[in-house]
């Protein structure tokens, strides 16, 4: 079975600055997708950032990019000019071909003004 | 954009009492509905995947008879919580496939059981 593992519980980052939120995961499959999810305090769950695997670009969203170790299983989440809007939860999801998603314990972020 | 609607937002229910979840794709035909359990402070865990048309699949350690689901039509899959529980309280989430790679949320239920 898959799994994806968060191992930072909770980072803080400056107004302005940049923060890199780590993801690894396990699989044996070759075809599949990654996700950044954020959850704020209402719960929803809001797509920061998408990556196929079979790409090997790393995905860019506006202050949002990953980097994509795909030997690694690795899957990391870069913050640049960090706002206060960003402070939320951060989960990073795998999806399987059948399409279920698996999410990691997720990473509350703090943002310091 | 694609939208799930989730409803209710919000229940209160008295132990012993069956709560009915609602998760609608309301612009797009979802083939396969998610449902997501997700207890304070931590993660969504995957509790069924929700096919139309036929049995849902759980995953292990969920309850089939306790936590029903029906996916009757291409826009709706509906969770049952039977006979809850205040160990049932928690917040469910559901989510469908938007074409490929995408996957789109309903803004979940928070069940409290009394």
């Known amino acids: 079975a898959q799994t994806v593992t968060q191992s930072q519980p909770e980072m803080s980052v400056q107004e302005a600055e940049t923060v890199t939120l780590s993801c690894t995961y396990d699989?044996?499959?070759?075809?599949?997708?990654l996700f950044w999810y954020k959850q704020p305090p209402s719960r929803q769950m809001i797509l920061v950032i998408r990556?196929?695997?079979?790409?090997?670009q790393n995905a860019t969203e506006n202050r949002f990019s990953v980097n994509f170790q795909k030997a690694a299983k690795s899957f990391s989440l870069k913050i640049s000019d960090s706002q206060l809007g960003d402070a939320a939860m951060y989960f990073c999801?795998?999806?399987?071909?059948?399409?279920?998603?698996?999410f990691g314990a997720g990473t509350r972020l703090t943002v310091k003004p | 954009g694609a939208v799930v609607s989730q409803h209710p937002s919000r229940v209160i229910c008295k132990s012993g009492t069956s709560v009915k979840i609602e998760c609608r794709s309301l612009?797009?035909?979802?083939?396969?509905m998610f449902w997501y359990r997700q207890f304070p402070k931590q993660s969504l865990m995957l509790m069924a995947t929700?096919?139309?048309?036929?049995?849902?699949?759980?995953e292990q350690g969920v309850e089939k008879d306790k936590f029903l689901i029906n996916h009757a039509s291409l826009t709706l899959s509906t969770l049952t919580v039977t006979s809850a529980h205040p160990e049932d309280s928690s917040f469910y989430i559901c989510?469908?496939?938007?074409?490929?790679?995408?996957?789109?949320f309903g803004n979940g239920t928070r069940l409290t059981v009394t």
């Open positions: 989510s469908a496939r938007d074409g490929p790679g995408q996957s789109v």
């Open positions: 699989t044996s499959e070759s075809d599949y997708y």
């Open positions: 990556q196929e695997a079979y790409k090997q």
């Open positions: 999801a795998y999806r399987s071909a059948n399409n279920d998603m698996r």
């Open positions: 612009d797009f035909q979802a083939t396969t």
């Open positions: 929700s096919n139309e048309g036929s049995k849902a699949t759980y």
